[in-house]
């Protein structure tokens, strides 16, 4: 006997702030197909800007970036009046937050991590040579 496969659980919703699209919309991906991703996309329809997240096929954007463009799945230009992003994942809740969100985060580390070790270093500079004078200054009495 096979074991039975857990059904895929994406959010389900379409919102205008990611916050409103809360754990209630974490639901099971309906049965009607067999879907294996879940999607966010992030449109902005001349100036109204939503985010949509659903269950979906994969792949969600195909190798070939000119098939992609000539097919018009590729509209994601931020800097035109209108455009739509997407992005698929995979695993059960993976679409919470935005492509654009989860982008963000792992920067906001980095630059952390970054300032952290600078401190850690300019203390321990610091007390190096805090410890140099003092042995400098006792040396000469």
């Not at 702030?17 to 309906?30: A, M, S, V």
């Not at 994969?58 to 097919?71: F, M, V």
């Not at 919470?96 to 989860?102: H, L, V």
């Amino acid at each position: 006997l096979a074991a039975e496969e857990e059904p895929l659980r994406c959010y389900q919703c379409r919102v205008e702030k990611n916050e409103e699209c809360t754990e209630e919309y974490l639901r099971d991906c309906p049965t009607d197909q067999a879907y294996d991703v879940c999607m966010v996309s992030v449109i902005n329809n001349a100036g109204h800007v939503y985010i949509e997240k659903k269950c979906a096929l994969g792949p969600c954007n195909l190798r070939d970036p000119k098939q992609s463009d000539g097919l018009g799945l590729d509209k994601c230009d931020r800097s035109q009046n209108s455009y739509s992003c997407f992005e698929c994942c995979k695993g059960s809740g993976c679409n919470k937050s935005p492509a654009t969100a989860s982008r963000r985060a792992p920067c906001f580390v980095l630059i952390f991590v970054t300032v952290l070790i600078a401190t850690i270093f300019h203390l321990a500079q610091s007390a190096y040579l805090d410890l140099n004078l003092i042995t400098v200054f006792h040396g000469k009495s």
